[in-house]
């Protein structure tokens, strides 16, 4: 079994063990049919996970991280954060979803040593012009409901990044901890963990 196919089943699993509200079956049904690419798509066309399920992988890696963040002392006892499980994998494995069929797969000519060379990449494609984090809270809201916090951690997981409103997202992750407790566990996956080689960081 190749990684993309184990991500794919850990994904799968996760989903099924923790999402269990009516029209997570349609949703997860949809994300595995040939009108989505999600398990075999990249984050990102050249930074972090940009490569054949990237995405479903960066997915996995945010779950992971909210989980540990929520689990930190400090987290439970002075912040008093406590979420279900089932907001947990919502607000992890689908922040993302906005990103399904969005980068195409393309060459690219570059210049190496030997000349110039025909290598792989992925073209941005937006069918859907609908922002980012919100987009994600529209893609799930068409199969099942979320709770507030579930779509304000999803709409604004992207912390302060490419926001100009400043006092709006200020005002969200004041207000929804579960908003901030994600775009901290997205910034540790996307940098630390899928980010540049290990050799090639400067901490």
């Known amino acids: 079994m190749t990684d993309v196919e184990q991500n794919k089943s850990e ?5 099924k063990e923790n999402i269990t509200r009516p029209g997570s079956d349609k949703l997860l049904s949809w994300l ?11 984050a990102s066309t050249r930074y972090h996970g940009a490569y054949e399920g990237g995405l479903c992988e960066h997915s996995l890696n945010v779950y992971y991280c909210l989980k540990d963040y929520l689990a930190r002392e ?3 006892n002075d912040y008093a954060l ?6 947990i994998a919502i607000a992890a494995l689908l922040h993302d979803l906005c990103k399904i069929n969005l980068y195409k797969a393309s060459t690219k000519n570059v210049k190496t040593e030997n000349g110039w060379q025909t290598v792989p990449t992925y073209r941005f494609v937006e069918e859907l012009p609908y922002g980012h984090g919100e987009k994600s809270v529209y893609i799930i809201s068409g199969f099942m409901r979320l709770t ?21 997202i ?8 579960l908003a901030l407790a994600i775009h901290i566990a997205d910034m540790e996956a996307t940098f ?11 901490w």
């Open 170 to 177: 200020g005002n969200a992750l004041e207000r929804f901890p």
């Open 11 to 15: 994904f799968i699993r996760i989903f």
């Open 74 to 76: 400090r987290v439970k």
């Open 192 to 202: 630390y963990m899928e980010g540049k080689d290990q050799d090639e960081r400067t």
């Open 148 to 168: 507030r916090d579930e779509a304000m951690a999803v709409r604004w997981h992207m912390g302060f990044s490419g926001e100009e409103n400043v006092n709006t």
């Open 82 to 87: 406590s979420y279900s499980e089932e907001s």
């Open 32 to 42: 595995q049919s040939e009108g989505s690419d999600f398990f075999y798509a990249p």
